[in-house]
């Protein structure tokens, strides 16, 4: 099965961008439906996008599109999330998951933070 860490996360101030990277070990991404959540405080987590193993791009949440942009790398084994034109309520937890078939998401890393002010 495949492990998941995200790295990237920081404090920026509206308007900035940041690029999250999730590393996987244990098997290729490929293999896999990956996609990226977001939980705020005191929110339900919610996927933001999903890359299929066809390399098929989703946008799960209105509010990223035209900001947010999802990728994978086969060769490095990673999935990335580069978010630009950040707004203070895309402030949340994010999360890298994998799943053999949608919408079982049953992988998941540990989350990397995302903060941004005003």
């Known amino acids: 099965q495949v492990q998941l860490v995200e790295s990237g996360g920081d404090s920026v101030q509206a308007g900035g961008s940041l690029r999250l990277s999730c590393a996987a070990s244990g098997a290729p991404v490929r293999n896999y439906y990956m996609a990226w959540f977001r939980q705020a405080p005191g929110q339900e987590r919610k996927r933001v996008l999903t890359?299929?193993?066809?390399?098929?791009?989703?946008y799960n949440a209105e509010s990223v599109k035209g900001r947010f942009t999802i990728s994978r790398d086969d060769a490095k084994n990673t999935m990335n999330l580069q978010m630009n034109s950040l707004k203070p309520e895309d402030t949340a937890m994010y999360y890298c998951?994998?799943?053999?078939?949608?919408?079982?998401?049953?992988?998941w890393g540990q989350g990397t933070q995302v903060t941004v002010s005003s």
């Open positions: 998951a994998a799943a053999i078939g949608l919408p079982d998401f049953r992988y």
């Open positions: 890359i299929y193993r066809s390399g098929l791009i989703t």
